[in-house]
């Protein structure tokens, strides 16, 4: 991350975005595990950088939605390999089925309280 001149935040929202439709920022703060406010601050940099876009919700004028740009997919693609290359390596001696166990637990460990 920090080669790509991501912070950790910054690597979690594209990360995040990279595979799923735009969504509201209060489910990208809950996603990502951050409050609202401080992911909002981070959208700013991020659409100043040309990484994400804001729009409308054609649903719900109050609510905003984020997307991932072409170019914030382009910065976040190599490092979602290397992120991915990294995990096989360390849950490689793991069955599928207790990798699945330790996914599910640590999704249900990052859920809110």
């Keep these: 991350m920090r ?3 991501l912070g950790s935040l910054e690597w979690r929202v594209l990360a995040v975005l990279s595979g799923e439709p735009p969504m ?3 489910r990208l703060a809950h996603e990502v595990l951050s409050q609202q406010p401080t992911v909002t601050k981070l959208l700013q940099r991020l659409v ?3 990484w994400v876009a ?4 054609p649903a719900d004028q109050r609510r905003t939605l984020v997307a ?3 170019a914030g997919r382009e910065k976040v693609q190599p490092l979602l390999r290397r992120a991915r290359a990294h995990e096989a390596e360390v849950l490689g001696e793991l069955s ?3 990798v ?3 996914k599910a637990q640590l999704r249900r460990l990052a859920q809110p309280r």
């Design 24 to 26: 509201s920022v209060g």
């Design 3 to 5: 080669e790509a001149g």
């Design 48 to 50: 100043a950088q040309g």
């Design 68 to 70: 991932i740009t072409p």
């Design 96 to 98: 599928a089925a207790e």
């Design 54 to 57: 804001l729009q409308d919700d």
């Design 100 to 102: 699945q166990r330790l």
